[in-house]
């Protein structure tokens, strides 16, 4: 496929703004209908929303520093000797994440080499400088007074921001080749969403949970089940969604009758073709993640047994 060709063309060249590749790969997220890739992409392009929504490779751990007055001592861009808060909280305050977009980040390096460039300032709000004032004042006197306060983090941490979404794109890009082939169009990615999502979160976003939604980091699954029950149909039409082959959904139509469910206990024959299925899943025959694998099964037999 000439996009996928020309996306990785543009990764390739460093002298591209990786913004273009991004801009490119939203195009090819809005041909195959694929909104997990598409939100990735406008989140790196526009910024992320919030703080919570930001992926590990833009977070890191950072130095607090402040211009506070004690008395008669000014002192300004100073670390702070913050006192015993706990691993957890001394963790949380030095955190530093960056919801900037990929054009924000690129334009860091078109500001002039001066002082101020040599690290990036995230500013606590209000309130977070207020209680830090509290707890420095306890051991730095009545006089203490906390003006500004924030996060420093070297000025290459943008650096690697970019490193980091230019490599992941890069490896989710050729994925798609090799598992699409060099000459795919983009009739051969529509309706293969449940492989891309599996390709992209073992290279994007590196959950494995294929596509079934991951409501934690690797721990909770849930699958958006609607089956009724005895609805073959409905059943068939779930599996072929999540990726699950022809022959393999019908040798489980062949068996589903056959035998009863009890609660969450299946007839022998169909618990033999749930091992089978994860045993894909382990082997990578099946592209969805184990984890998801086992909860989607579940769910969709259950429904379907009306449990």
Do not use: C
């Not at 790196?44 to 008669?72: A, C, H, M, W």
């Not at 299925?277 to 769910?299: F, H, N, P, R, Y």
């Amino acid at each position: 496929m000439k996009l996928i060709s020309d996306i990785l063309n543009d990764l390739v060249n460093d002298q591209i703004s990786l913004s273009v590749a991004l801009n490119k790969t939203k195009v090819l997220a809005t041909r195959i209908d694929n909104q997990a890739l598409l939100n990735w992409v406008n989140s790196e392009l526009k910024g992320y929303p919030n703080f919570d929504s930001v992926p590990d490779y833009r977070s890191t751990q950072g130095t607090v520093i402040g211009d506070f007055t004690n008395g008669r001592q000014h002192v300004t861009n100073y670390p702070l000797p913050l006192p015993e808060l706990g691993d957890d909280m001394d963790e949380k305050i030095r955190q530093f994440r960056t919801v900037d977009s990929v054009t924000t980040l690129e334009a860091f390096f078109d500001i002039p080499v001066t002082e101020n460039r040599d690290s990036l300032v995230f500013p606590f709000p209000e309130g977070m400088r207020s209680s830090l004032e509290d707890i420095l004042r306890n051991s730095n006197g009545p006089y203490f007074q906390l003006i500004n306060v924030g996060i420093k983090v070297p000025f290459h941490f943008a650096t690697s921001v970019l490193a980091s979404v230019k490599d992941k794109l890069l490896e989710f890009m050729l994925a798609l080749e090799k598992e699409f082939g060099i000459e795919s169009e983009i009739s051969d990615l529509q309706g293969n969403n449940a492989k891309i999502n599996y390709i992209m979160n073992n290279t994007i976003t590196n959950n494995g949970d294929g596509n079934v939604v991951n409501t934690g980091a690797n721990a909770t699954v849930t699958a958006n089940i609607t089956i009724t029950k005895g609805n073959k149909d409905a059943l068939a039409k779930i599996l072929t969604e999540n990726g699950v082959e022809n022959k393999d959904i019908v040798e489980l139509l062949t068996v589903i009758d056959t035998e009863q469910s009890e609660g969450n206990t299946f007839g022998t024959k169909v618990t033999e073709w749930m091992k089978n299925m994860l045993s894909k899943s382990l082997d990578g025959t099946w592209q969805v993640g184990i984890g998801a694998a086992g909860t989607l099964l579940a769910e969709a037999l259950k429904a379907y047994y009306g449990g």
